[in-house]
């Protein structure tokens, strides 16, 4: 009788959330060969293989479809909304087993915290070991196998090359990083920036005024992740210079196009209301803003982007973007 090797078993992957990300991430990672469980919270009929946030992609073989959290696997992607992810980390704490580390997939900070999603991981899963993921990366393009690369960033440097060697395949490219913070800094703040970015351009003040924008974010992105404990070179990587090119002139970017609508004179709450996918942007704005203000960071681009969405300024004032300063050093 054959026994099996248990050195030959298979990786097993499990995602938390089948968005968009969560979707395309389990169709990245399936091309590792690993055995991939998609965690969705709504049930879908037997059988099921196209989600509905990708709907022209369909799953590969090795990705099963789960309502169960795991108990185990080598590695957890938590692909939620950053507002859903304390509650979902604290109800995953409760099967996961204390030494599999958990991957943070999320961009943005949480409302009324202003915590970065490793920091609301270390209240709800403490001591678990914990990376983020984040780049320049639209999902549909990851789940077609379209050739893309992200940063994965771990405190520990060596748990962050274990595990891009993990999830790294020939079309979705991994660099590791222990800068941690400045990527989920930049990630959180890119939306916001992308937003301000199609504000920009909806109100007709010009790709100069853009090119200016995402150019200028990069300085207070830097400025951002150096008072939380990150590092402002980290700014020019994927997770910050990458994702703001994408994002700030992608039209497949939610917050971009959020912005587009905003920047042309549509109310936020009609745009939100046709919408059922997230932008992170609109809650990570406020909560960017509170950040730089308790930190005592100039962030004019995160304070200006917050008022646009919260009614203080109109698109008419779109300008305070950029211009409402003296001019100073570059
Ligand atoms: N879509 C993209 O291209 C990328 C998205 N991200 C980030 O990934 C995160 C998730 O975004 P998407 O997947 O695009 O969002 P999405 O809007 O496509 O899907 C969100 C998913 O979360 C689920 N969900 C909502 N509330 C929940 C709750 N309370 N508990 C559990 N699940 C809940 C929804 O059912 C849905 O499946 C965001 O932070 C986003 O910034 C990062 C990189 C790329
Ligand atoms: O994070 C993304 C690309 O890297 C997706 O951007 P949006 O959430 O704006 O669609």
């Not at 609301?120 to 899963?125: D, G, K, P, Q, S």
């Not at 690369?149 to 440097?157: M, P, Q």
């Not at 994408?246 to 959020?258: A, E, H, V």
């Not at 809650?283 to 730089?292: E, G, I, K």
Request: hydrophobic share 45%; aromatic share 2%.
């Amino acid at each position: 009788m054959k026994t099996e090797d248990p050195s030959m078993t298979k990786p097993h992957i499990a995602v938390i959330g089948a968005g968009a990300w969560g979707t395309a991430l389990a169709c990245a990672t399936a091309a590792t060969g690993a055995d991939i469980t998609l965690w969705m919270r709504s049930p879908v009929p037997p059988g099921t293989r196209v989600l509905p946030r990708l709907p022209t992609v369909r799953l590969p073989e090795n990705v099963t479809i789960t309502g169960t959290f795991p108990q185990s696997a080598d590695v957890v992607l938590l692909v939620v909304p950053m507002q859903t992810l304390r509650d979902v980390s604290t109800r995953l704490e409760t099967v996961l087993a204390p030494s599999i580390p958990v991957i943070t997939c999320c961009k943005g900070l949480e409302e009324g915290t202003s915590r970065l999603p490793l920091e609301v991981l270390a209240e709800t899963m403490p001591g678990r070991p914990c990376g983020v993921l984040s780049g320049p990366n639209f999902a549909i393009e990851v789940a077609r196998g379209l050739p893309a690369a992200a940063t994965l960033a771990c405190a520990e440097l060596a748990l962050a090359v274990q595990l891009t060697e993990l999830l790294n395949t020939s079309s979705f490219r991994l660099y590791a990083s222990d800068d941690p913070k400045g990527v989920q800094l930049a990630g959180a703040a890119k939306n916001v920036v992308a937003i301000g970015a199609g504000i920009t351009i909806g109100a007709g003040l010009g790709e100069n005024a853009r090119a200016a924008l995402i150019t200028r974010a990069v300085a207070e992105i830097g400025r951002l992740a150096e008072a939380t404990g990150g590092r402002a070179s980290t700014i020019a990587g994927l997770a910050g210079m990458g994702d703001l090119i994408l994002t700030c002139t992608g039209r497949g970017s939610r917050n971009y196009s959020l912005g587009l609508e905003l920047g042309e004179g549509r109310p936020l709450a009609d745009i939100l209301a046709a919408r059922t996918t997230v932008a992170e942007g609109v809650h990570t704005a406020p909560a960017m803003q509170a950040l730089a203000r308790a930190t005592d960071v100039s962030a004019p681009i995160m304070e200006t982007v917050t008022r646009l969405l919260a009614g203080e300024f109109t698109p008419d004032d779109a300008r305070h973007l950029l211009l409402d300063r003296p001019p100073t050093l570059e």
